[in-house]
């Protein structure tokens, strides 16, 4: 039982810095179509690999949307709400996606790092926003750990370390709540690198 919500509310949301809804009407072969869409920044993400540690880093944080369609599903156990994330943010400071994966990895993790390879670029929601997601890769290790990490703005992140040759259970347990950008990446990884990847 989630004993951390004492209580909640749900409002109309009239406005928001991070999202906006609109209705589209295009004529397509003389086929007039109505589209609700939402507007949304497009973000960036990052597999970081800790050769130290031999683990994917991961970040580990409620978020509210999951908790509720849990909630409205009759879930709600200790951690209803907590997802296992690649560390991430959205493009809202007008720089490029290289530089703002490179302020999240130290804003979120704590680890300063000055290269990231890009792995590719895909789009997400397309059937509400269409927006553009960026996926990076970096490896780090203990002498680039700069601070705790755990976010800024009232953000509450923990670190999650996960071991490579735990990652195909990881990837496979239904009831981690993850995204799938995830599991691609970590694909991507192994095929890399397969000298890396757990013989068992």
């Not at 409002?11 to 939402?38: A, G, M, T």
């Not at 960036?44 to 683990?55: E, G, I, P, R, Y």
């Not at 509400?128 to 705790?148: E, V, W």
Request: hydrophobic share 35%; aromatic share 14%; charged share 30%.
């Amino acid at each position: 039982m989630d004993t951390s919500i004492k209580e909640f509310k749900i409002k109309e949301l009239n406005e928001s810095q991070y999202i906006k809804p609109f209705r589209l009407e295009v004529v397509r072969d003389s086929k007039k179509i109505v589209w609700d869409c939402l507007k949304a920044y497009d973000s960036v993400s990052v597999l970081l690999f800790h050769k130290d540690k031999n683990a994917f880093l991961l970040v580990k944080q409620f978020r509210p949307p999951i908790w509720y369609r849990l909630y409205k599903q009759g879930v709600n156990k200790k951690e209803s709400g907590i997802t296992y994330e690649l560390c991430s943010g959205i493009m809202d400071k007008g720089i490029s996606a290289k530089d703002t994966i490179i302020e999240e990895i130290l804003e979120e993790t704590g680890y300063e790092v000055d290269e990231v390879e890009k792995i590719s670029s895909f789009y997400g929601d397309v059937g509400l926003s269409g927006r553009k997601q960026t996926l990076f890769f970096a490896m780090i290790d203990d002498s680039m750990k700069q601070t705790q990490g755990g976010g800024i703005d009232g953000e509450d992140i923990e670190l999650f370390y996960l071991p490579l040759n735990e990652w195909k259970e990881f990837l496979e347990d239904e009831d981690i709540i993850k995204p799938a950008s995830l599991g691609y990446t970590i694909y991507w990884f192994f095929n890399k690198f397969p000298d890396l990847k757990p013989k068992n």
